[in-house]
């Protein structure tokens, strides 16, 4: 067993945390490569950037499988189980961050669920700088695909990844497969068909340093049975410098007039020009922008 630095068990008693790994790593001996290997071989999948980050304070671990991970890092370390599990405290910065991201929904609390399984500590570190949304309606009056474009801003080094979350009012249908991704993959997925949610990590190409901007486009498609177009809506936990939001209608399905809304705001009667509608939103949010139609009868 390597021997410990002096301040070592100083620091897995009081910490922090990241100051506690470092020297915990320097006592093992081993590099970030050398540690993720032992930490693979437990069954336990970290990039040594996570790694890197976890130690120099960038992040810690918070979600609930990186936790359960410390387990078998304490292992490898050879530092008495559960010593830099404690030094994290209780997860109430992401419990509170999932409680704010699922506010603007109606049932706020299933939202908040399915979010705490995905990384969402950049959420607040990335500007929106500009968020284009095109939603395709079919000839059936069926919502076929929604394409999103997002123009992101890093505020502080690190953030790698962006957080999408689409809800379906009709349980029954099944979700949409994500297809078309530009300038992003996808990470971990959390689908919860009984609550019409999914939930997709959207994972940059690396991590972003403060200042630096990304481009991400994504499609969400649906899948027969469609669920039938009656409205679409954004919800902003927070700013958004610019966005658009068009609705396209096939030429054999056009409702009569959309009612374009803002929560807060106004609402405002659209007819649909050459089958489609669009709104902009300047300086928008937190809040809620959509646009919502009634189909007439048969």
């Not at 410390?70 to 830099?84: D, F, N, T, W, Y």
Request: glycine residues 8%; aromatic residues 6%; contains cysteine.
């Amino acid at each position: 067993m390597a021997v410990p630095s002096p301040d070592l068990g100083a620091l897995l008693r009081e910490g922090p945390f990241d100051a506690a790994l470092r020297a915990a790593i320097r006592a093992r001996g081993l590099s970030l490569d050398r540690l993720r290997e032992h930490l693979r071989a437990r069954g336990v999948s970290v990039t040594t950037a996570t790694l890197s980050y976890w130690q120099s304070g960038r992040s810690r671990p918070e979600r609930r499988d990186s936790v359960r991970g410390l387990r078998q890092l304490e292992a490898v370390l050879e530092v008495p189980a559960g010593s830099l599990a404690a030094l994290l405290g209780p997860p109430r910065a992401r419990r509170s961050a999932a409680a704010e991201i699922g506010r603007f929904w109606p049932d706020g609390r299933r939202i908040a669920a399915a979010v705490s399984d995905v990384d969402t500590r950049w959420d607040e570190r990335l500007t929106r700088l500009s968020q284009h949304d095109v939603v395709l309606v079919g000839a059936g009056r069926e919502e076929r695909e929604i394409r999103s474009r997002q123009v992101l801003r890093a505020e502080a080094d690190g953030p790698d990844r962006w957080v999408v979350i689409l809800h379906l009012d009709e349980h029954d249908r099944p979700l949409p497969e994500l297809r078309s991704l530009r300038g992003c993959r996808p990470g971990r997925t959390v689908v919860k068909p009984e609550d019409g949610l999914l939930v997709v990590e959207l994972l940059f190409a690396r991590p972003l340093e403060r200042g630096e901007t990304v481009i991400t486009e994504h499609t969400l498609v649906n899948r027969a049975p469609y669920p039938i177009a009656t409205n679409y809506e954004r919800k902003f936990r927070l700013p958004v410098r610019e966005y658009v939001l068009e609705i396209r209608f096939s030429p054999e399905a056009v409702p009569p007039v959309c009612r374009r809304f803002a929560e807060p705001g106004e609402e405002t009667e659209i007819v649909p020009e050459s089958g489609a509608v669009h709104g902009v939103a300047l300086n928008f949010g937190p809040g809620r922008y959509g646009f919502e139609w009634d189909w007439p009868a048969s």
